[in-house]
């Protein structure tokens, strides 16, 4: 799928604004001793605010494990993220 630029904006913000809420989830689980449900939300924070990078990249992925190898591939192999 293709954005075009205000487009690409628009749901990267959504992505960045589900990743923050979910984040702000970790918190009320750790409150409550729900450590599997804290790590859950983790995982799932940095899936969105990972996901918002791709789009914004426009890079495309389909499946969690995708995204494990394209974050790899375009963000640890390259040294843009050290």
Do not use: P
């Amino acid at each position: 799928m293709s954005f075009n630029d205000e487009e690409r904006i628009i749901v990267v913000r959504k992505e960045l604004e589900r990743a923050h809420e979910t984040f702000e989830e970790i918190e009320v689980m750790c409150q409550a001793g729900k450590w599997n449900g804290a790590a859950n939300r983790i995982y799932y924070s940095v899936f969105h605010a990972v996901n918002a990078l791709f789009i914004n990249d426009g890079l495309q992925v389909k499946r969690h494990k995708g995204s494990h190898a394209l974050f790899s591939q375009h963000y640890v192999k390259t040294g843009k993220l050290q």
